[in-house]
Structure formats: structure tokens, C-alpha cells
């Protein structure tokens, strides 16, 4: 963090009060618009059950939200940095052009100058923003109704090859490096919510997460040495029938997953994530509500560490869990996909089909 953020009520009466103070310290997400602002911003004020503060702006973008079109909350980062702000002018020009360092220094650009005032600015790289704004909207052309192709392309996975070059860049491994005929076998399937990267085994699921999760790495990592290094890439029947199920959930079809699971973790993250599974669709809990039904009522950090640390997203419904008062809290899918599902799911229950 930057700066130790005080309360949320704070932040909020700050962001009624346009408070000035709080420039270039603390962003608000805004739920119900995915945008992110300025507490200056002058835009109608969200109700607070919409807001969560981010101590940087980067922070925001990785949690799924685009900077807001009135207070424009990353100009002021871009006045100072004529590079910076050629370069977010650029991306908002073009936010589905791919960029690679070439283009960066085609115009003119020193790329470690250009990566430094990012990282300072923002916390994140200028290639990272255009690959996660990239990644935003090819969830949301999905959303309304766009092509699986034209999702697929969004995401950047065009290929089997070019999933598998970026596998290799997640796990540090050469493309080669990987086990053919493996236990485990790691394939990418499409969802209206953006590309997931699906590990299974013969007889069950291990992991499955959207590929812009920071945890991924780490993720792929355990499980190649838990599996001696037999990692690799293709499909068992797991991964074939967690796509059908995924593909019906999200269609609004079925709120079902018989899938069979055997996620990586300790037996107190088991036991948390059976409890998470627990929690009916359509329904909410908080990280305290859910240590009380498991019978740990004092072990409620731990329990948010280790609903942090879920590596099956959405069959292990660690959406499910919001802050204490009831606001979105971090989701390693970015919160714009914790809204979508947890209004799915409450779609899935006004129907009764849960």
C-alpha cells in the first residue's frame, strides 16, 4: 500500500463531501457503473454499498473497474509525463491493440523511462493496464452477446499455441519443458466472463481460475510439485464436463456443478472451502457468518485467507462472501466479475432453479 487508508465510512463521507484532501491518495470502484473515480469526482454520488476505496489507482484497474470519463482520475498522473499521457491517450484510442514493448519504443520511448512512471504512477506496467483493459472488454463483448471466437481473440489466446507460450510464461517453464502424456493437463476454456485455465486429472478438477489472477503462477506452480512435475497440456474428462456445466451456468441454465474436485490446500482450507460450497446460491455471507457456521467463530482471518487462497473459481463459491457491512470486498477475478456472478446467482434463485 501507499497510504494506510483510514475506515470506509471515512473515505465515503470524503467522497460526499468531494474532499479535496484525499486527491491522489484514494480511488473509489464503483459497482454499478465499473468505473473508478476521484473522491472529487462530480458525478452523482453511488450509495456505499457500491463503493470499495483502493489506495492506488492500479489497484482499481485490477479490480476489474475503467477509469471514470468525467473526473478522468488518471490525467492528472499524465500532465507532468508527456510520455504517460501520449501513451494513455494512445490506449484510449485503441484499447483492443495488443501492444508489446516494440510499439512503445516505435514512438519514441525509452521503455525502462516508460516503465518506471507507470509503476509510479499507477503500480502496474503500461503493457499490464492494456492487457487487463483488453481482458475487461473481452468479458464484457461476451456479456452482450459477442462470439466465443471474438472473445477468445480479446483475451489474446488465438491458438493452442499461444495458450501454451503464455502457460509457459506463468510457470517460468519453456514450452517444452512440459510433460507429455501428464497426471495433470492444463487447457483454457471460454466463459461470458473471460478466458479460465482449467487443470485436471484423470478423475477430477484441480484448478480453475481466470488467467489474469495474480495467484496463477503460484497456483501452477504447487501443483507441479505436488504432481513431481508432471504437468502438461490437453484434456481429461474433467475439463470437458466443468466447460458444459460452466457454459450452462453462465447461460443461465443451471446452477449445478457435479464436477469432481480435489483442490491443493491444507485441511483447514478444505474444510473452508467445503463450507463455502455449502452457502446456497443466490445467498451471501460474511468472512465472521461464515467462521460461525463453521464452528470457529475465532477464526475468522483465517478464514478470509483461506477463501483468498481458493484456486477453483466460482464452483468453490468464494464470490459468495462480502465485508462485514455487506460491500464488495477483493475478488482475484476482479470485482466487475463478482457483481456479474452474484447477480447471476440471484437470478438463478427469484427462478428457484437452485
Known amino acids: 500500500m501507499m497510504f494506510d487508508l483510514p475506515d470506509d465510512e471515512v473515505l465515503y463521507t470524503a467522497l460526499l ?10 480511488w473509489v470502484g464503483v459497482s454499478s457503473t465499473g468505473v473508478f473515480c476521484r473522491l472529487t469526482c462530480p458525478a452523482r454520488k453511488p450509495k456505499r454499498e457500491n463503493c470499495t476505496f483502493y489506495d492506488t489507482m492500479g489497484a482499481a484497474i485490477e479490480a476489474g473497474y475503467r477509469a471514470c470519463k468525467r473526473c478522468h482520475p488518471m490525467a492528472p498522473a499524465a500532465e507532468g509525463e508527456p510520455a504517460v499521457k501520449a501513451l494513455l491517450a494512445a490506449l484510449e484510442a485503441d484499447p483492443a491493440r495488443r501492444w508489446a514493448e516494440g510499439d512503445v519504443a516505435a514512438m519514441g520511448y525509452d521503455l525502462s523511462t516508460v516503465r518506471r512512471a507507470f509503476k509510479r504512477h499507477f503500480g502496474m506496467t503500461f503493457l499490464e493496464m492494456a492487457r487487463l483493459g483488453r481482458l475487461r472488454a473481452g468479458g464484457a463483448e461476451l456479456v452482450g452477446g459477442a462470439s466465443v471466437i471474438k472473445a477468445q481473440m480479446e483475451a489474446g489466446y488465438a491458438s493452442g499455441s499461444a495458450f501454451r507460450a503464455a502457460f509457459a510464461e506463468w510457470t517460468g517453464l519453456a514450452p517444452g519443458a512440459f510433460v507429455k502424456n501428464a497426471m495433470l493437463r492444463a487447457d483454457w476454456i471460454e466463459t461470458p466472463m473471460g478466458a479460465m485455465v ?21 497456483e501452477l506452480a504447487a501443483l507441479r510439485r505436488d504432481a513431481k512435475g508432471s504437468l502438461g497440456f490437453g484434456r481429461f474428462a474433467s475439463t470437458d464436463q466443468i466447460e458444459r456445466e460452466m457454459a450452462d451456468f453462465m447461460s443461465g441454465q443451471s446452477a449445478l ?21 455449502e452457502i446456497p446460491a443466490g ?10 457456521d463453521m464452528g470457529r467463530p475465532d477464526a ?35 470485482l466487475w466479475r463478482k457483481q456479474k456472478l452474484i447477480e447471476l446467482e440471484r437470478g438463478f434463485a427469484a427462478k428457484g432453479e437452485i
Open 17 to 26: 463531501g468531494r474532499d479535496a484532501a484525499w486527491d491522489g491518495r484514494a
Open 198 to 218: 482449467a487443470v485436471s486429472s484423470e478423475g477430477a478438477l484441480h484448478l480453475l481460475e481466470f488467467t489474469e489472477r495474480k495467484a496463477l503462477p503460484a
Open 257 to 277: 456443478f457435479e464436477t469432481p474436485l480435489r483442490p491443493l490446500g491444507t485441511p483447514f482450507m478444505q474444510e473452508v472451502w467445503r463450507a463455502l460450497r
Open 283 to 292: 445467498q451471501t455471507r460474511s468472512y465472521s457468518q461464515l467462521a460461525r
Open 300 to 334: 475468522t482471518r483465517a478464514v478470509a485467507r483461506a477463501n483468498g487462497a481458493n484456486p477453483i473459481a466460482i464452483v468453490i463459491p468464494c464470490h459468495r462472501v462480502l465485508g462485514a457491512d455487506g460491500s464488495l470486498t477483493g475478488y482475484g477475478g476482479g
